[in-house]
């Protein structure tokens, strides 16, 4: 398992998650889980993903995730899971 | 498994409050490459450091984006040339030769600063030493990325005073050499007592001789963080406030052992240590003199600043060292003047003086760090200066520095800009009794008792 935590933050819109859903399914990238609020208006959403059968490597993916946020108003970021696990976790 | 809440504050640390890993130092010995032919010395030295650190700043870039934290420097750091050159050096201008090739290498690879243009004298020099620290304003004059330190003194040996003369005068020669732009040559120079084998921190990185042949050593950072946190128990009494600043520092710190032990397996270098650091930049919201103000004071400065600065300090250690496997450096907070704004501030508004700042820096990690003063100070007044903070160090069983800048041309009221990292700093009064026949009595302050400590 190889796993990398999305992160989408922008103003609410139809279809954000369709569209990072897409993405992640044409490239062979398994969600393990999501979790989303809306605060003030605001899109918060964290995906924990497996990138274990993907093809690219990470750089491209998150290029392309960022691309395709900016397409539709969103930031969406790509970070590795140790950097929240090494700080949340003992 | 990680959830929302936890996700967000991670990335809130490292978007509004500038959280990020200061530095990947990547530490390579040179003893290997002596020889006593200057020109064969330059090309072993050259090619040992291109080999190891080719891949150094890509490899850096490759973590930052992996994880999403800033990892702002990537840095060199060497055993101390006064060693490797002393038996090619036979002048000034044979060390300065060297300091050209430390500083083309680093262009080549891309790193921003090499440090270990150092000489260890803390009992005595050598001939080759001292042909170092004559060189020291000419090669700070003549590279861009160069960074020189000297050791003056330590708890085991005393201080060597005709070292700490000959600095006085050094320091005041690179400002001259270095004056049309504003004297910056004195920022890449720092003296120490107590100087650590394994800082990942410039000006004042070399790779000790104690230290394996390659070695990474991470500096952390994060002094927005720790405002931010403590802003958020603002009233409460001293127990709650440490607690809060001591989880803050381990947050923190776990990023620092992640990117080391990341940077070791994909260099194939072993992991040193992590530098448990608040190292603060001229960002806003990047400064330590913010969290004393956070901590309950109107500027840094004010009574109560030294309790405040030793508490953070400790804490700050406390809680990073369970989050790191390896601790070393300097670890502590460090006030530099003109990287810091609120430190700026409180000089602007009078609230912080030389005299002050070195109450301070008994209780925190390093000394008197980036401080302009007068162009016109006299050289053993510089002297005078360093002596008292070696002193400091010696008696205190820490590590202390000086690095001080006479800005040539310019005296107190007005500013000097350094650009980038280094900030800008107003100048800053010097008291003006002299202290010329201290200074020129020459020879060792003897090593303090181990004992009997009041």
Sequence with gaps: MNKTIITVVGKDTV?????????????????LDISQTIVQGYFNMMMIVDTNAMDKHFGQMADELKTLGESIGVDIKCQKEEIFDKMHRI | MINLFE????????????????????GISLLDCIDSDIQKLNEKIYKKIYDAAKDLVQTGEEISREFGIPIVNKRISVTPIALVGGAACRTIEDFASIAKTLDRVAHEVGVNFIGGYSALVSKGMTPADELLIRSIPLALSSTERVCSSVNLGSTKTGINMDAVKLMGEIIKETAEYTKEQDSLGCAKLVVFCNAPDDNPFMAGAFHGVTEADKIINVGVSGPGVVKTAISKVRGENFEVLCETIKKTAFKVTRVGQLVAQEASARLGVPFGIVDLSLAPTPAIGDSVADILCEIGLEYAGAPGTTAALALLNDQVKKGGVMASSYVGGLSGAFIPVSEDQGMINAVEAGALSIEKLEAMTCVCSVGLDMIAIPGDTKATTISGIIA?????????????????????????????????????????????FSCDDFVNRGGRIPAPIHSFKN
Aim: proline share 4%; with cysteine.
């Design chain 2, 388 to 432: 008292d903070e070696m002193a400091i160090g010696m008696v205190n069983q820490k590590t202390t520095a000086v690095r001080i800048i006479p800005v040539i041309g310019k005296g107190v009221g007005e500013t000097v800009e350094f650009g980038g990292l280094l900030g800008y700093a107003p100048i800053m009064p010097v008291n003006q």
């Design chain 2, 7 to 26: 996700v967000v504050e991670t990335n809130e640390m490292i978007t509004k409050e500038n959280l990020d890993v200061r530095t990947i130092t990547l």
């Design chain 1, 15 to 31: 279809g954000i998650i369709a569209k990072v859903c897409t993405y992640l399914a044409e490239n062979k990238i398994n969600i």
